[in-house]
């Protein structure tokens, strides 16, 4: 059973950067047909995708964190990871690393998510 | 992007109450439409994918309907592990975006 665990800091600075690792456990993170998501949900908003990765490497971001965030895949670790950068109090979420599938585009798999909270 | 609106934000219902949310797309996303159930501290769930399919190992209870702009999420004899927040996602064009969810309660 595919498993997904999302790992941070908590606690994070203003101006730092915010890095989160996600472990893929249960299968190979380069199965065909899927890729790899990060989420996150901000206190009392909605959810707000960040961004994908293929296990190949090719990425795609939402153009509203205006190129502050970066994602990269660890093949021989089964794990991607997000960095964050010029963090504010606005950044301050739950972050999810979830599983899409290719043919849908939908995520089917998700962890349980990570708090990260950007305060001095 | 594309702007996803919920309703209602928020449903007070009953353990065998059958209840439907809906969810209205700001153009016409054809059927790529999801719903994702979330509850404190546990992983977020898929329920439907491409509107109306129900995701392995979700209950029956759940249905999802419509395409274009207009799109339903219904349940049917709730029962207490329902009680949740609900939201839908586009995946019809990048960036996905979801609405601001349905929280259901007592």
């Known amino acids: 059973q595919v498993q997904l665990q999302e790992s941070g800091p908590g606690l994070v600075k203003p101006s730092q950067t915010l890095s989160l690792t996600c472990i893929v456990s249960?299968?190979?993170?380069?199965?065909?047909?899927?890729?790899w998501n990060w989420i996150r949900q901000r206190p009392g908003k909605g959810l707000e995708w960040i961004g994908q990765?293929?296990?190949?490497?090719?990425?795609s971001y939402n153009p509203s964190l205006k190129s502050r965030a970066s994602m990269s895949v660890d093949t021989s670790e089964n794990q991607i990871s997000l960095r964050l950068r010029s963090l504010t109090a606005a950044d301050t979420a739950v972050y999810y690393c979830?599983?899409?599938?290719?043919?849908?585009?939908?995520?089917?798999?998700w962890g349980q998510g990570t708090l990260v909270t950007v305060s001095s | 992007d594309i702007q996803m609106t919920q309703s209602p934000s928020s449903l007070s219902a009953s353990v065998g109450d059958s209840v439907t949310i809906t969810c209205r797309s700001s153009r016409s996303i054809r059927s790529n439409l999801n719903w994702y159930q979330l509850m404190p501290g546990k992983a977020p769930k898929l329920l439907i994918y491409s509107a109306s399919n129900l995701q392995g190992g979700v209950p029956s209870r759940f249905s999802g309907s419509g395409s274009g702009t207009d799109f339903t999420l219904s349940i049917s004899s709730l029962q207490l592990e329902d009680f949740a927040t609900y939201y839908c996602q586009q995946s019809y064009s990048s960036p996905p975006t979801f609405g601001l969810g349905t929280k259901m309660e007592f």
């Open positions: 979830a599983r899409g599938v290719d043919l849908g585009d939908y995520h089917d798999l």
């Open positions: 249960g299968d190979s993170i380069s199965s065909g047909g899927f890729y």
């Open positions: 990765i293929y296990s190949s490497g090719t990425v």
